[in-house]
């Protein structure tokens, strides 16, 4: 491999303790997560201690309220720290955003009891979360799910299947949507589920192409009870919890995104200053330093579109446009970089001796998850131009 070490990425960042936050970040990501993220990958490891370390860190609820035990950093800093982890291991990055976005619901709809009693340990104290919003036959239409919950005396009985979940079968608690009411969005209720409760068991990790350190499941409730102390918002307001979760959600895969393009233009730039041919380095050969330059101008471009988003979250605007924007475009990047990446490592870039192979494997299902980029693409039009006609 090329000895050239890429160059740290310059942040604009708004305050000092975020600046000695991102030093930790990348202290943690040169010790515990680079040197070994390719082995991990290649032999399916998911790294639990790591999690256990970027908790106790304070890494994992950066953008929530203090009070419970997370970070009070603005939505601009955790992206950025999310960017950070996701070049050294999208597998840590992309687990750091699901549990945040696993949080979300109870920090934003939940009752003061609620967040009191489960808040800090879910933000800070070791545990792991997982989403449940999709199905079998349920994913770009998520309002259709099946998985119900009956009321009974002072709890809810779950039934149903949840697909494609991201820590599945290692959670220690999960956002479950399902329905309570009538079918479409208006019948969707929000609950808190332990990881261990009775009832609830994974299926067999899916055999992804990439991300393989990562581990997604069907989760499959069969008559979970769960305490009416445990529902999150009001009954039937599930739907637009979780859409509201989305919208932040998008802009962590966005920001994952741009770290593995990130990654992958370092690689190439590294290579092609090292690897000689016809008697000089390959990059003095202006076709590929177009090619090179074309890749940093697409990371450049997504990582100003997802802070713009970020930046007006973080002032109480309204950014779901923005934040669809800003994954539409920063996970076609991350496709689009990573296969140059290869494409400049030639054949060594189809070995797994290289790294851009596995970072061309794992921006694909960046194009996929929390909404595909077609789906983002609605939400966009939408905006523009309105509903569509029926």
Known sequence: ????????????????????????????????????????????????????????????????????????????????????????????????????LACHALAGFGTEEQKKAHLPAMLSGGLLGAYCLSEPASGSDAASLHTRAVKDGDDWVLTGTKAWITHGGIADFCTVLARTGVDGPRGITAFLVPGDAEGLNA?????????????????NFD?????????????????????????SGRLGIAACAIGVAQAALDEAVAYATDRRQ???????????????????????????????????????????RQAAMAKLFCTDAAMRVTIDAVQVLGGYGYTRDFPVERLMREAKVLQIVEGTNQIQRMVIARHLAGPESH
Do not use: C
């Open 1 to 100: 491999m090329p000895d050239r070490a890429p160059q740290q990425v310059e942040r604009r960042l708004p305050t000092e303790e975020s600046r000695q936050l991102l030093t930790l970040v990348r202290d943690i990501v040169a010790r515990e997560i680079a040197p070994k993220a390719a082995d991990e990958e290649e032999a399916g490891h998911f790294p639990r201690e790591l999690f256990s370390l970027l908790s106790a860190s304070g890494l994992l609820g950066l953008a929530y309220d203090s009070a419970f035990g997370g970070g009070d950093q603005p939505y601009e800093v955790y992206l950025q720290v999310l960017e950070e982890l996701a070049a050294a291991r999208l597998t840590v990055g992309l687990g750091v955003s699901v549990h945040s």
């Open 223 to 247: 008559g979970v009870r769960v305490p009416d102390a445990r529902r999150i918002g009001e009954e039937g307001q599930g739907f637009a919890i979780a859409l509201s979760a989305l919208d």
């Open 203 to 219: 299926a067999a990790p899916e055999r992804k192409m990439g991300m393989k350190g990562s581990p997604t499941a069907q989760l």
């Open 278 to 320: 016809f008697g000089r380095p390959i990059a003095d050969f202006q076709g590929l330093r177009f090619l090179l330059a074309d890749m940093a101008t697409q990371i450049e471009a997504g990582r100003a579109l997802y802070l713009e988003a970020a930046r007006l979250r973080d002032a109480g605007q309204p950014f779901s």
